[in-house]
């Protein structure tokens, strides 16, 4: 499988006469089943044809900051889409303009609100391209950490010959992989994710549920795809959705998200159980609305299967990681918890501390692990919070190697 497979390229088009390769670079990178969209410079259209990009890339080729239709082309939104930018040609007057923080095309919009990686394959005739100040934005552009992919040597549209050839399309293909290996250390690894509240039907119109958002399981399973992870996630009742390719699937009971968790967790490497999933249900789902009544009425509740535990018992080399949230004795209950469950790993934090929990952007975790190692983190974003999960996974898989 490609470790390009899903992901998002954004294709930067500058007016240099190198353009003419695009289309092929556009074809390498479709073919290894990423996903590209191309932002052209307005000049660029006089060099190779936004239809043939678009057609290649099989996404509409932007280049105004409004299309016809006087809709906005959204740069910011663009920049954020991607997992990656490439520049490809880079003519010396857009570098020129990204080195000054010049802002006058969709291009250089969209290359500023990119939070991704850039890699610029920089094209130009000899003299250009050895002029002093097409050398200092180089290096101006590399000292922020903007990937620079040298131009060849050969012979030049001008008719001369020396250093100033676009690297070569298959180069620069190699060169996004390359990328992607470096920053990928979970590829080839299938993670399987649970996240949200469950919600367990009283009747037509009304539930018990909780107030999980699901925002710290899709912040796991975002930043294992980030990482190159295959992650399925399956998701009860929210609103949120991941930002990078994750396969959902959607659930609303806890029944139901045990029974996609037991099929999907065989061909799992990873499995983290974050849902806050109902612990009971109704015994019976009434039929039709229960009416307002002056006197009390009772709801008999009959347990959930324990997805956490079911899963433990099942495990055969899957790394099993678990949530506690509690209201009391946090580190006890999350020590019981990774016997109990038969865990790998239990993160623990505490319900009703400030900016810990539900619905939060932050929180604040222990990772509890077999042989009373605890590790305390401090109160931090939710995705960073995933980042130190993936770490820790990953310095458990040095240690074994
Ligand atoms: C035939 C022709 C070929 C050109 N090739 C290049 C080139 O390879 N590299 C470059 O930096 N500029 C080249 N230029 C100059 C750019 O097209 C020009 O600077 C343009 O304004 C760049 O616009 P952009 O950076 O907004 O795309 C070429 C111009 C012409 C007319």
């Not at 992989?177 to 919600?199: C, S, W």
């Not at 399925?232 to 959902?248: A, D, F, W």
């Not at 604040?364 to 919070?385: C, H, M, R, S, W």
Request: contains cysteine; glycine residues 6%; neutral net charge.
């Amino acid at each position: 499988m490609s470790r390009l497979r899903h992901k998002r390229i954004l294709l930067g088009v500058t007016a240099g006469i190198a353009a003419y390769k695009v289309p092929h670079l556009v074809r390498l990178f479709v073919k290894a089943g990423a996903e590209v969209r191309v932002v052209m410079t307005p000049d660029a259209a006089q060099f190779v044809t936004p239809q043939t990009l678009s057609v290649l890339s099989k996404n509409p080729v932007l280049s105004t900051f409004f299309s016809q239709e006087r809709q906005w082309n959204n740069h910011v939104e663009l920049g954020e889409w991607a997992d990656v930018m490439v520049v490809a040609p880079l003519t010396a007057n857009t570098l020129a303009k990204m080195s000054g923080g010049m802002c006058d095309n969709l291009l250089l919009a969209t290359w500023l609100s990119a939070r991704c990686k850039t890699l610029v394959a920089p094209a130009m005739d000899l003299e250009m391209y050895q002029h002093p100040t097409v050398k200092a934005n180089l290096e101006k552009i590399k000292d922020w950490g903007v990937v620079v992919l040298p131009a060849g040597v050969g012979e030049l549209a001008s008719g001369l010959n020396g250093e100033g050839r676009m690297a070569e399309p298959e180069a620069i293909f190699a060169s996004v992989e390359q990328y992607f290996a470096d920053n990928q250390p979970f590829f080839g690894t299938r993670v399987l994710v649970n996240a949200g509240p469950t919600f367990e039907a009283i009747d037509p119109v009304r539930f018990i549920g909780n107030r999980s958002t699901g925002k710290m399981g899709i912040a796991i399973a975002n930043a294992f795809s980030a990482a190159g992870a295959e992650v399925t996630l399956v998701l009860g009742p929210t609103h949120l959705r991941p930002v990078s390719e994750v396969n959902i699937i959607p659930v609303e009971t806890a029944e139901e998200m045990n029974l996609k968790m037991l099929s999907a967790y065989p061909a799992a490497n990873i499995v983290v159980c974050s849902a806050a999933v109902a612990d009971y249900r109704p015994v019976t789902i009434e039929a039709h609305k229960i009416k307002k009544k002056a006197q009390d009425i009772a709801i008999q509740l009959t347990p959930n299967a324990d997805i956490l535990k079911t899963l433990g018992q099942l495990k055969t080399t899957q790394y099993l990681v678990g949530f506690a949230l509690e209201t009391e004795q946090l580190l006890e209950n999350a020590q019981h918890k990774l016997t109990s469950k038969n865990a790998d790993l239990i993160i623990a934090n505490e319900a009703g501390e400030k900016g810990t929990g539900f619905g939060f952007d932050t929180n604040q975790v222990y990772f509890v692990a077999p042989g009373n190692k605890i590790t305390k983190f401090e109160l931090k974003d939710k995705n960073e919070v995933a980042k130190d999960l993936l770490q820790y996974i990953l310095e458990i898989r040095a240690r074994k190697k």
